[in-house]
């Protein structure tokens, strides 16, 4: 069994921050990516930014410049540093990671979403 604990979501004022993480537990071996996706209302989930084990990184146009994803390989942890919030950063922000499991098989695994609400 294998969970995703998100945390850190929550209201922020427009250029604010917010720091997310995103905690796996349970048969883990290691894992081969983590990253974080979003869903706003009506809209269709999509791609925030994602690390790799080696510490590889993608990020949407959206946010390149205001967010950074970082990862503890030890804790199995990912982080997303949201810097200059505007109203469009409004979501649901879900961790999506590709792991390793103990018994070797790897298999893709999503919180269960937290909401970052961007607002004065």
């Known amino acids: 069994q294998v969970q995703l604990v998100e945390s850190g979501g929550g209201l922020v004022q427009p250029g604010g921050s917010l720091r997310l993480s995103c905690a796996a537990s349970g048969r883990i071996s290691s894992f081969n990516t983590m990253g974080w996706y979003r869903q706003a209302p009506g809209l269709e989930r999509e791609l925030v930014a994602r690390?790799?084990?080696?510490?590889?990184?993608k990020y949407a146009d959206s946010v390149k410049g205001r967010f950074t994803i970082s990862k503890d390989n030890a804790q199995n942890t990912v982080y997303l540093q949201m810097n200059s919030l505007n109203p469009e950063d409004t979501a649901v922000y879900f961790c999506k990671a590709n792991i390793v499991r103990t018994s070797g098989t790897t298999l893709e695994y999503w919180g269960q979403g937290t909401q970052v609400t961007v607002s004065s």
């Open positions: 690390i790799t084990v080696f510490g590889a990184t």
